[in-house]
């Protein structure tokens, strides 16, 4: 009885596993082809499937066959005392040819199913092995072509140890075998090995063991380009005068020793095994280590860069072409000219575009203004181009997406967060260098309902970063669309084509039964015509449709064509591109694709960015449907592409040794770059990349830019400038500015320490902090304008105990000028109000305000008295509030007055003549 209850479970578990198994399967199916992505799905699923199930047979019929061999030697039995044991016990009974032979099909099929499981992880191993495109170079030691070492060697190595394991497992079941029927005879020369049947079967395996060995030691010979002994990643002279001639005796050694395990069946001499087995470890230590060692120890180190000179060469020429740093252009730039009015005229795309807005305080400001509702959050700041009245402006921009964590416990209900609270509403566009009086930023979009410059139509966010959880369209429950003035809600109906349809009683069951939810089959408010939308993060949509390509860590947002769109950088890497040298587990990366997801359908796009890449290449032959051309990208997308941080951080690392190319620099590091540092928030950090618009030397139009400055090594000086442009038609153009070498140019932390060391910023500094606010110092920005280099650095101020940063300040640096001032223009005035009049009409040229001291005498206005006296009588007053407020403790209302008496100040100063 008992045994029956327990087979009645166990056929539960199993009927159970088998119909959730069941249910994903075809929900899955269900998600793929809404997406048009079906043959995605059945080339991953039958591949995955296909090798994992052929690895289970094939180690099934090897493990079977193998035991099958001793059959025959168990039946004999010629152990005779444990055979009269097991006849005094009625055991041998059981040991009948049928019973081996069921006991040998149920042993085989279960070690098949234990070490079968892990091969389906390989499927993609296999479709590039079979689907592979040829680089257009190859290896400069063996000359095999690079799609060997990304395309073959993965899946070579992982037969080679499927086999290895094969026949290991294969050789302690069927050793086991024969040593428990046959064991070790103590003789007066030791123990004795067995001889006969088990003897030879052991020796075919040992046989294949070492032909495979022999193969390794072939691949392992070419992974020598793969090195990561020596001077640098890649094959040095010691690996290929000492390392490969080892393993190609080790090879010869391994080939020979299979041979004579064959022979040795015939020849029935055991101690051939140990003779065998002990000369290749003997020659495995001592070449494997020794030898190299000595050759490295006393031959390459004492004239090191003669004998490694060609493999620099090889690990320059090959690591600069896996980055694309070869494509890098180069050119001379000598900033250190005098700036005048007629050359800020000149680039009025720069001026007008400079970046004062730093994300991160940006990010806490949106929160608080725009997020209108404590359900909405704007999970990170975004920066992009937008033609806006008809100029080309830098923004910021960020998504108001719906956080249902924020919803009060009370409205967390089925209903509310399943089936009412489906989406986000909108965005929030600023430009970049606008604010108000108040130091806060202005909207060229904003507000719910979105009210603005930029064009918005379709503002509704079902696909986003923080859609986590599934929702239900079209139901009779209709979604909360936004919230209006009062209490009054809109209300809406999904009209898209997302979603998988429930038009039947068995989806809800599978789709209560995948999320453990009875509601979902039971709810009287879902119809036919109900839409069920599940894995709507855009992380994990992507990277669930192409698992193969890596993806940059911030999509960012794109209003384009009145609707909403995330745009996601993705990149191909390999780790196993000859000679170049590795940076996080990668040593080759292109980006290759450009993923478009629509925030209102959902649906996903594969733009091949890089059809030169022969990785996309084998992809797209792979899946021909997923991905399309460029070409085929909406101009309205096309605009607002960008070049990734990610790769452009990668590609910087690298840049710091690998823009040398002469291998006698590289080999002495005489010429080191670094990523130089800047403040924030109090704390030195790695400068981080910017996108900005600019006129870049040498060029006539303004243009959106990713920058970034370099250092020499160890030293704060700046010795280059890395520009990579975004706009077509020279998207994803890279150029370095070389500064002069023989004279300094100041670098980022030089100017933030003259900034530092001016006395009147560093005590208005301490003023505000004795006041209670926080000082944030935002991006330091290095703008060229034609031969000169003008700094600038954004100043917010934030309550101690967190609130709304504002933009309090503009620092601006100019060769030995630092200033300070409320606004940019101001800043701008400061410094170039004093170096020369300032032309009548640069006020409509640059958009700015021109203090009546910067204007030709004759417009200068006449100054009353009686403002002079008013003026006077405000700082007096304004002076004795702050002694009083001082006097009582106040120090955050004593800040207060000081600045309110600054501006006063600053006023009087404007007005005088």
Known sequence: MRGRSLLIIFIIIIAGSLVFTATNFYLDLLWFQDLEAGQVFWTQYLTRWGVRIGALLFLFVFFFVNLMFTRRYVLSFPNLALRERLMATGFMRYLTPRRLTIYFLIGAAVLAYMFSGYAGSYWMDFLRFFNHVPFTVSDPIFGVNVAFYVFKLPLYRFLYGF??????????????????????????????????????????????????????????????VLSERGVVYGAGYTDIHANYMVLLVLMIMAAAIALLFIANIFLRRSRLFLYGILALIGVSLLGGWAYPAGVQSFVVEPSEFAYEREYLEHNIEYTRSAYGLDNFASRSYEPGATLTWDDLRENTGTIKNVRLWDYRPLLNTFNELQAIRPYYRFNNVDIDRYTVDGEYRQVMLSARELDKSRLAEQARTWVNMQLQYTHGYGLTVSPVNEVTSEGLPRYFLGDIPPTGNIEMNNPAIYFGELTNDYVIVNTDTPEFHYATAGDENEY???????????????????????????????????????????????????????????????????????????????????????????????????????????????????????????????????????????????????????????????????????????????????????????????????????????????????????????????????????????DQPNFGEVEMFLFPKERVILGPKQVENRIDQDTEISEQFTLWSQSGSRVIRGNLLVLPINNALLYVEPVFLEAEGGGLPELARVIVVFQDKVVMENTLEEALIHIFGELETVPADIEEDLSIDIPEEAQPDEERSVIADEDLAELIGQAQAVYEEALQRQQEGDWAGYGEKIEELEEILSELGRLLP
């Open 163 to 224: 086999l290895m394991m094969a026949i290991v497992i294969s050789i302690l079941m069927v050793g086991a075998i024969y040593l428990f029927l046959n064991p070790p005879v103590q003789g007066g020369r030791g123990w004795t090995l067995p001889t006969g049947r088990g003897f030879s079967h052991l020796a075919v395996l040992l046989s294949l063991i070492f032909g495979l060995k022999a193969w390794d030691y072939r691949l392992q010979q070419l992974e020598l």
């Open 492 to 726: 809406t109906y999904y009209e898209g084509s997302a979603g998988i349809p429930l038009h039947s009683f068995l989806r809800r069951a599978l789709f209560a039964l995948k999320f453990g939810e009875y509601r979902i089959l039971v709810s009287n408010e879902l119809n036919r015509e109900s839409r069920f939308l599940f894995d709507r993060n855009i992380h994990e949509r992507v990277r669930r449709l192409a698992p193969f390509l890596h993806y940059d860590d911030n999509p960012y947002i794109v209003a384009a064509d009145g609707r909403l769109f995330w745009v996601q950088d993705a990149y191909t890497v390999t780790e196993r591109y000859p000679y170049s040298a590795p940076i996080g587990g990668i040593n080759y990366i292109r980006n290759s694709v450009k993923v478009v997801i629509d925030a209102y359908n959902g649906s996903v796009d594969y733009y091949i960015a890089d059809p030169e890449d022969p990785l996309v290449q084998t992809y797209r032959s792979i899946f021909p449907e997923l991905f399309k051309s460029f070409e085929e990208m909406p101009e309205s997308l096309m605009a607002h592409l960008r070049y990734p941080v990610d790769i452009f951080n990668i590609q910087s690392k690298m840049l710091t040794l690998y823009h040398i190319t002469d291998p006698n620099v590289f080999y002495t590091r005489e010429d080191l770059w670094a990523i130089p540092l800047e403040q924030y928030f109090g704390q030195e950090q790695l400068i981080e990349p910017y996108y900005t618009i600019l006129q870049l030397p040498g060029y006539s139009e303004p243009e959106y830019v990713l920058i970034l400055p370099f250092t020499p090594d160890k030293r704060n000086n700046m010795i280059a400038w890395l520009v990579a442009r975004c």
